[in-house]
């Protein structure tokens, strides 16, 4: 027999197997590069069989499929299969530096991906993100293609789908990426184009807290303002003033990871400005001295 595709092709990668009915053994064969697959003469007793087509590409390209055949004794069966192409979904993820900042780069992954997930929409549904019920369609685990982090889903049904990132659907972290909540990420498939490839899902660094303080005459105190500008700010960021007297912070939140300048002021000092990196971490800085240059003077 030959299998080909929709359009004549013929297609390796193809495993038959002929089961001799009612019941018997399975002898599979392998599809060749030609896309035929043969079993010498005198090897298949004459019958009836049943011949299970399927494919042993990754990601499948096409349905499985059986069907009958009758078997003559001293005579050649040939068959000519077209094979019923499956759609296939491929979702890029990827990740910034910080909402609204690039570049984009692959999701980064060591020997596994990372667990991605369709959702759609049913009132019926069995998980509730945020008050909404959702139907877990399919879960797969990307892989690293080329330069890009692939989810790849097949034979899923047209449609709009929701992408979920890790566990769970609503916002969350995932190892050091923000998820918001899967409404964001939706997807269209159109169950009638066999190769898709989606917008990609994009997760941003996993924003943190800075928190700083000053003093004056070596007491921590409060003054007029605190203000973190630079690095993935789309503007200056005035500090919240937390506590009072001696025990007074400045906090800055959702600060993404980057090299930030912090500037400080009290009259009549003069403004005190320093630089400082937000990592992986909530930061705390050390209490700056107002008057640090005056008393050095």
Known sequence: MVVRNAIGVTQSGITASLTILPTGATNPAPSESDGEIAY???????????????????????????????INSNQTTSLLIDLAAVNTVYIPIE?????????????????????????KTDTAGVTTCSTVAYTLVSSVTSATRGSQEIATFTNIPSGTYYVGIGRGCDPGTVSDFDRRNITS??????ASISSQLTTPIRLAKTTRSVTASASIGGTQSKITS?????????????????GSGRSTTYEFWRVPPGVYTLTMVQSPYPDRIVQITVGDRNLVTPTYAMDEFLRES
């Open 40 to 70: 010498a003469t005198g090897t298949i007793p004459a019958g009836d069989y049943t011949i299970t087509l399927t494919d042993t590409n990754s990601p499948v390209r096409f349905q499985s499929q059986s069907f009958l055949v009758h």
């Open 95 to 119: 990740v910034v530096p910080a909402t609204n900042f690039g570049p984009a780069t692959k999701y980064p992954t060591t020997t596994t991906g990372v667990s991605v997930s369709l959702y």
């Open 185 to 190: 990420y939706p997807v269209v498939i159109d």
């Open 226 to 242: 605190m203000t973190l500008s630079g690095g993935f700010l789309s503007g200056d960021s005035d500090g919240e003033a937390i």
